[in-house]
Nanobody, 124 residues
Framework: QVQLVESGGGLVQAGGPLRLSCTAS????????MAWFRQAPGKEREFVAA????????YYQDSVKGRFTISRDNAKNTVYLQMNSLKPEDTAAYFC?????????????????WGQGTQVTVSS
């Protein structure tokens, strides 16, 4: 079992930065691939970014490339999502996910563990 707790969400003006954190407890964190997904009201949950267990490989949704950076600190059992140049369309609940799958890092079905989410609201 892995428990994931997100933090760092909040209200920010368009163009501003925000950093999300996801801290894991339970089984060995550094064996899991990690990802961030988001879900806006009335929409499907969508992939944002993923990072391999080693931190070497990262993946991003096209709309966040160049603005968001995913990273991890295995010594702290934490994965981060640094979000810069935020836009109103980035408004959503952001979820952290952990899993062993690696065939399709952007697929929610690769991840068996999920956090409760943290709300990000970007005002225009």
């Amino acid at each position: 079992q892995v428990q994931l707790v997100e933090s760092g969400g909040g209200l920010v003006q368009a163009g501003g930065p925000l950093r999300l954190s996801c801290t894991a407890s339970g089984r060995i964190f550094n064996s899991y691939n990690m990802a961030w997904f988001r879900q806006a009201p009335g929409k499907e949950r969508e992939f944002v970014a993923a990072i391999s267990w080693s931190g070497v490989d990262t993946y991003y949704q096209d709309s966040v490339k160049g603005r968001f950076t995913i990273s991890r600190d295995n010594a702290k059992n934490t994965v981060y999502l640094q979000m810069n140049s935020l836009k109103p369309e980035d408004t959503a609940a952001y979820f952290c996910a952990a899993g062993y799958g690696s065939k399709s890092p952007s697929s929610r079905y690769e991840y068996g563990y999920w956090g409760q989410g943290t709300q990000v609201t970007v005002s225009s």
